[in-house]
């Protein structure tokens, strides 16, 4: 069973501060991973895509993969409250038809 | 960017009828469509994998014969949910794969079907 693994919080952060969220899977042979944001009672927008272990910024966020380790995480710096949301962690199973396989999601709380 | 089409977004209906859910790649060909469910604070469960021109394959535990599902042109991909039963109530959505940009580039989703049966 492939899977993916994240903390369904609620993680609670003060306005202005950083917000990390981990994620980790199982298939040592994905290659593709994705973090999407889903406001509640909405469909799931991708913010970030990383492929490569290191890190990836866009803006305020930065995405990190780490291969060896399996895992993968989303920096949010500057949170708002309009980050408040649920970011879903997804992989694309190597050779499994382009399905991707998501995570429970982590509800994040960005507090005034 | 990509837009994903998706319709209708809320949709009651009586038990025992079928509901219609479209989903259109407004501005790329979508080779491949997911149709995922998901219950309240769930995450979301794929139900199955639509190729243009071709069966969808069913995830297991999925009814084919309940959720059938149409994949007609590289646009355009349905699902229809078949004599709907109050447990059917759930926010369906539909991701689909660009047929050049391929799947490294995440897949783009519908807005979302909210089917509630009653």
């Known amino acids: 069973q492939k899977e993916v693994e994240q903390n369904s919080g609620p993680l609670s952060v003060p306005e202005g501060a950083i917000a990390s969220l981990n994620c980790t899977y199982s298939?040592?042979?994905?290659?593709?991973f994705f973090w999407y944001r889903q406001y509640s009672g909405k469909s799931p927008e991708l913010i970030m895509s990383?492929?490569?272990?290191g890190d990836k910024e866009d803006g305020r966020f930065t995405a990190q993969l780490n291969k060896a380790s399996q895992y993968v995480s989303l920096l949010i710096r500057d949170s708002q409250p309009s980050d408040s949301a649920t970011y879903l962690c997804a992989v694309l199973q190597p050779g499994g038809g382009n399905k991707l396989t998501f995570g429970t999601g982590t509800q994040l709380k960005v507090e005034l | 960017g990509a837009v994903v089409s998706q319709h209708p977004s809320r949709v009651i209906c009586k038990s025992g009828t079928s509901v219609k859910i479209e989903c259109r790649s407004l501005?790329?060909?979508?080779?491949?469509m997911f149709w995922y469910r998901q219950f309240p604070k769930k995450s979301l469960m794929l139900m199955a994998t639509?190729?243009?021109?071709?069966?969808?394959?069913?995830e297991q535990g999925v009814e084919k014969d309940k959720f059938l599902i149409n994949h007609a042109s590289l646009t355009l991909s349905t699902l229809t949910v078949t004599s709907a039963h109050p447990e059917d109530s759930s926010f369906y959505i539909c991701?689909?794969?660009?047929?050049?940009?391929?799947?490294?580039?995440?897949?783009?989703f519908g807005s979302g079907t909210r089917l509630t049966v009653v």
């Open positions: 501005d790329f060909q979508a080779t491949t």
């Open positions: 298939d040592r042979g994905s290659q593709s």
């Open positions: 991701s689909a794969r660009d047929r050049i940009r391929g799947g490294n580039y995440g897949y783009t």
């Open positions: 990383i492929y490569s272990n």
């Open positions: 639509s190729n243009e021109g071709s069966k969808a394959t069913y």
